[in-house]
Structure formats: C-alpha cells, structure tokens
C-alpha cells in the first residue's frame, strides 16, 4: 500500500553537499514520523535525523551542525541536506516512514531501499 522512493545520493568528495529525497506514495492517511537512517559497510543501521511524531527533529551527535531534514507535507516528501560531508558519512542511507493507511487505526513503520553516498577524501 505503501512506498517509499529516495534519491540524490552519489559520488561527492569531502566538504561538499547532496541533498536527498524521500517520496512517501500510496494509500496514506497519515505520517506520524519520518526520517533518515544510514548503513556503512560492515557496520549497524544508525538513526542520522528524523522527524517525531511529536514534530521535532533529532539528529545524530556526528551529523548535527552540518545535516538539515525537512519537509514538505503537501508532497509527502523529506529531504536531508547533507554540508560538510566526510569520507565517513559514506553509506547507504534509507529513508524511514511511520504511516497509517487508511482503514487502519494504527501506524506501521516502511523502509525504503535506499540510496548510496559515497564521500571521497
């Protein structure tokens, strides 16, 4: 019912940006949470910044002061603007959705398949 597209990511070297995007489709009543969340090879899935379900944002401690999520309702749509980027934000980042459809009373969370960023030195 539900589908989540990112993309924007690619090949940037060191210091500079990408901005990417999260289009949330299908039968949606509502988004109680969405956000950004990134896997680097051989390490775990880590939350990079999201948006509650209490509308506030929360970032991880390496990304905050260089990583900005936002939004746009209308769309069903997030962004992570991504400055500054070390050869360490190099990974694979996954957009994360908490939707209730509609006909259901509750939400239930949905991943998408990701986009790759890769950071050069």
């Known amino acids: 019912q539900v589908q989540l597209v990112e993309s924007g990511g690619g090949l940037v070297q060191a210091e500079g940006s990408l901005r990417l995007s999260c289009a949330a489709s299908g039968n949606i009543f509502s988004i109680n949470a969405m956000g950004w969340y990134r896997q680097a090879a051989g390490k775990q899935r880590e939350l990079v910044a999201t948006?509650?379900?209490?509308?506030?944002?929360n970032y991880a401690d390496s990304v905050k002061g260089r990583f900005t999520i936002s939004r746009d309702n209308a769309k069903n749509t997030v962004y992570l603007q991504m400055n500054s980027l070390k050869p360490e934000d190099t990974a694979v980042y996954y957009c994360?959705?908490?939707?209730?459809?509609?006909?259901?009373?509750?939400?239930?969370?949905?991943w998408g398949k990701g986009t790759l960023v890769t950071v050069s030195s």
């Open positions: 994360k959705a908490s939707i209730t459809t509609t006909g259901r009373l509750y939400a239930v969370d949905y």
């Open positions: 948006f509650t379900s209490g509308g506030r944002t």
